[in-house]
């Protein structure tokens, strides 16, 4: 992926995916735009994570990324590297695969993957070099790297692979490697794109020490989608998943189910692992778990009403496969048991219609907006419980980013059979992430809401997530909310690290 703007090429549909969400209204400035202490969503000191190559070996995850400096360089995007056992602790490792010149074709890295073939390591990447546009070479083309210790890496320089023909010279990356056991060989899928039109393309070889990768066909194609960019294939149980993301509708991170890697792949009512503040999203299993990786935008300006941006901080989510086939995401096991110390709340400010029983609350909201709020967000937390109503409210969930007379907030919860982020700002509301979610009467929904910095995911019910970035988030009110009807909300908690 390759988000910088470079005006005088004018590769505007190439940067599309990260840079076009454009808002009006402001909430408040980041006291600290990029804070460089984390416990749940990694960002280095200096610059920003961008797309995340993940892959588990000897109890650690090698979560290999696109170092996104922002700095003007004319080359960008380096691979670098983050480890870690427990999803909540992170050693930061540097540099893995660097950049090549001006006359090579990994003047700029991009997105690929990393597999293991006997002793050896191989990283497939994208190279990028848009100073080839025009020049009839292809600005993106497939190269690789090798290593014995996922530490050192030699790229092999004499071995391009680029689009075959009828597909773009010029849209042709993120290479992801899977071993196709039924058929011996390991099959090479590529994004690309043919007449507007994004495919995963995919090719095959016996043997990735002498690589002589074999064309076969499209894998996957859709109309609706100009690239589907950062492809990911695995199986669990019985069924094969892809992964990929968009970058012209939804700009967030799909799936796709079939019983065979090589298809039919089928779309599942809803497709989608959250939402467009959750991009490039790639898996790897641990041999127990396996985990979505992805990153979570900045916002232009370091502001709530500033375009989302191309890289921000990594952030994980636990898969779990459904008995229909369907995916569900939730929280880490590892990051829930990091947050042990609860922390009193009680309503600083609530409407008359709000009843508190214990840690249980009721708003009750005939025609206009019921909350409680209940103080300063600080530091990285975690807000727990329950809701449930007998009849649908127009909308409810959790305030965040407050103040006193929530009139500038952000509401975190439903909507419109939509789980979604609503901006508050004047008595104007900006939505800037949503994702289809269907709500059931009589029945419970546990959530967990993951703050950390200006980061906040909501996970409901273990099934579904929504990320999301909010600037004014620490140290402003948090609460809860509902218009036009009545919600219960049972056994609510608030829990920081020890």
Wanted: hydrophobic residues 35%; aromatic residues 14%.
């Amino acid at each position: 992926m390759y988000k910088k703007i470079f005006t005088v090429l004018s590769l505007t549909s190439l940067l599309m995916a990260c840079t076009k969400d454009k808002i009006n209204s402001a909430i408040a400035v980041s006291t600290d735009p990029h804070p460089t202490t984390f416990a749940i969503y990694p960002a280095p000191v200096k610059g920003y994570v961008g797309d995340v190559i993940p892959f588990y070996e000897g109890n650690t995850f090698h979560l290999f990324y696109l170092q996104d400096w922002r700095d003007n360089a004319p080359n960008y995007h380096p691979w670098y590297k983050y480890t870690t056992t427990n999803l909540t602790n992170y050693t930061y490792a540097g540099q893995m695969i660097g950049l090549g010149t001006k006359s090579e074709q990994d003047f700029t890295l991009g997105t690929g993957s990393v597999i293991k073939a006997g002793n050896t390591y191989y990283g497939y990447y994208t190279g990028h070099n848009y100073l080839f546009l025009g020049t009839g070479q292809g600005q993106e083309a497939i190269q690789y790297a090798t290593s014995t210790d996922l530490n050192t890496w030699t790229k092999k320089t004499n071995y391009i692979l680029r689009a075959p023909a009828g597909y773009s010279i010029n849209d042709f990356r993120d290479p992801f490697i899977v071993y196709n056991d039924a058929t011996g060989e390991y099959w090479l899928i590529i994004s690309a794109q043919a007449g507007g039109k994004g495919s995963l393309l995919y090719f095959t070889t016996k043997d990735l020490a002498t690589p002589n990768w074999v064309y076969q066909k499209p894998l996957y194609t859709s109309d609706k989608y100009d690239m589907m960019e950062c492809p990911d294939i695995f199986k669990m149980g019985s069924y094969w998943y892809l992964v990929f993301s968009d970058t012209n509708l939804e700009n967030a991170t799909h799936y796709r189910i079939s019983t065979s890697l090589d298809g039919i792949w089928t779309t599942p009512a809803s497709d989608l692992l959250d939402s467009k503040y959750f991009y490039a999203a790639k898996t790897a299993y641990d041999g127990k778990n396996r985990y979505l990786f992805g990153w979570v935008p900045t916002k232009s300006g370091f502001v709530d009403a500033g375009n989302k941006e191309f890289a921000g901080n990594m952030s994980t989510h636990l898969l779990t496969q459904n008995t229909d086939g369907t995916l569900s995401v939730s929280v880490p096991d590892a990051v829930t048991n990091s947050f042990t110390k609860e922390n009193p709340i009680a309503a600083a400010t609530k409407t008359s219609d709000v009843t508190a029983t214990g840690s249980d609350y009721q708003l009750t909201s005939a025609n206009a907006l019921s909350y409680a709020l209940f103080g300063n967000i600080k530091g990285t937390s975690m807000i727990t419980g329950t809701l449930s109503f007998a009849a649908i409210p127009q909308n409810f969930g959790i305030l965040l980013g407050s103040n006193t007379d929530v009139s500038q907030a952000y509401k975190l919860g439903f909507i419109n059979g939509n789980m979604q982020s609503d901006r508050v700002a004047s008595g104007n509301t900006v939505t800037e992430a949503s994702i289809p979610f269907s709500l059931s009467t009589g029945k419970d929904y546990p959530f967990k809401v993951v703050i950390e910095n200006s980061i906040a995911t909501l996970y409901v019910n273990g099934q579904t997530a929504l990320s999301t970035r909010i600037y004014s988030l620490q140290n402003r009110q948090w609460g809860i909310f509902s218009t036009n009807g009545s919600v219960t909300v049972k056994n609510l908690k608030l829990f920081s690290l020890k």
